[in-house]
Each structure stands twice: as C-alpha cells, then as structure tokens.
T-cell receptor, first 108, second 113 residues
Framework: GQQVMQIPQYQHVQEGEDFTTYCNSSTTLSNIQWYKQRPGGHPVFLIQLVKSGEVKKQKRLTFQFGEAKKNSSLHITATQTTDVGTYFCAADGGKLIFGQGTELSVKP | NAGVTQTPKFRVLKTGQSMTLLCAQDMNHEYMYWYRQDPGMGLRLIHYSVGEGTTAKGEVPDGYNVSRLKKQNFLLGLESAAPSQTSVYFC????????????FGQGTRLTVV
C-alpha cells in the first residue's frame, strides 16, 4: 500500500537556526500536502504541492516537490519559538496517508 | 461555521465495553476520515469514506467499524474496546480527492483500562 516515510522524527534547534524535514515515497505521488500540529492541538493544513519540481514559499517556510514526485521537503529559515510543533506530510492518493511527522522543538 | 466537530472529547472505557465516536461536518464535504494518533506513530488512517453510504478500510482498520449514513456524519465504533485502542482519535473531512486541505476536528482522547 501507499506509504510515506518522513525524517527526522525529532529535531531540536536553537532559535534562529534553520530546520528541514523530508518526506519520501516509493511510488509517484499525485500531490503532497503539509500540515502543522501544535502541541495539544489538531493538524492544520499548510500547503499542497502538485507539480513536478514545484517550490512554494510562505514567509520563512519553503516547500519543495521533487522532480520525480516521490519526495518533498519543508524548510524553515531562522526558526522562532512559534514554529514549535509537529510537521506532517500527507500523500493524497484517494485516501490521505500521513508520514510519521517531525517534532520540532525550539530553544529560545 | 463549526467546521468539523467530534464528540466526545474525552472518554474512559473498560476493556470489553463498546462506544461510538461521532464526527460531524458542516462544509458539505464528500470525503471523511478517521485517524488515530499515538506517540511516535504519526497519524494512522483507520477508515475513510468517499461519499454518503460508502466506507473503506485504511491502514489500521482492525477492531473498528464505521458508518456514513448521512453525508455530514461519520461514526467510528469500537465493539469491544482493548487497551491497545487507547489513543487520540481525529476525524477529518475534505471536499474530494486531490483538492486542497483536509479539515480536522479537535480530537477525542480515549483511554481503555
């Protein structure tokens, strides 16, 4: 079945450092979505990528979809304490399958 | 708009008891999903529905049943609860496959003792 692997599982950074999480699939994805879950909260949609090689930016967040549409990444520049939470990628192939998530902690 | 509403928010069950979790959405979405979230395991899909009257198995369907009798409601049932079903359950809905964003409910924290 469709599987999405996400690494790393945890990332601890000093405020101001950059952060990247990676999402990989063994199969070609039609699209990929990214969500953020704050501690104690529910997942909230961030963005969807559809095109091969697509790059989208939201302020300090940069999202990329690989040329082969089998991998994606989320990069945060100059992390802030408000970035704390778990970031998930999700593959939408008829059923929405999530990666394991990357939990980001930011030390002030 | 309420969005996606889950009831109850918390529940403690004894092993062997049954219960139903209710998910209601007011966005006229076609797709609805039930996930469970456990530490280090991410969000795992239990069952999902692509429209009223349809259901399908996800990644971890064993021990759960679902029904989608009305478009706006998606019910998750546990017939005989087990401690392994202790988890946080999230319901989500989206308009259709490949469209933007799934909206999540606030979650139900279930403990089976």
């Amino acid at each position: 079945g469709q599987q999405v692997m996400q690494i790393p599982q945890y990332q601890h950074v000093q405020e101001g450092e950059d952060f990247t999480t990676y999402c990989n699939s063994s199969t070609t994805l039609s699209n990929i979505q990214w969500y953020k879950q704050r501690p104690g909260g529910h997942p909230v949609f961030l963005i969807q990528l559809v095109k091969s090689g697509e790059v989208k930016k939201q302020k300090r967040l940069t999202f990329q979809f690989g040329e082969a549409k089998k991998n994606s990444s989320l990069h945060i520049t100059a992390t802030q304490t408000t970035d704390v939470g778990t970031y998930f990628c999700a593959a939408d192939g008829g059923k929405l399958i999530f990666g394991q998530g990357t939990e980001l902690s930011v030390k002030p | 708009n309420a969005g996606v509403t889950q009831t109850p928010k918390f529940r403690v069950l004894k092993t062997g008891q049954s219960m139903t979790l209710l998910c209601a959405q007011d966005m006229n979405h076609e797709y609805m999903y039930w996930y469970r979230q456990d530490p280090g395991m991410g969000l795992r899909l239990i069952h999902y529905s692509v429209g009223e009257g349809t259901t399908a198995k996800g990644e971890v369907p064993d021990g759960y049943n679902v029904s989608r009798l009305k478009k706006q409601n998606f019910l998750l049932g546990l017939e005989s609860a087990a401690p392994s079903q202790t988890s946080v359950y999230f319901c989500a809905s989206s308009y259709s496959r490949g469209t933007l964003e799934a909206f999540f409910g606030q979650g139900t924290r279930l403990t089976v003792v």
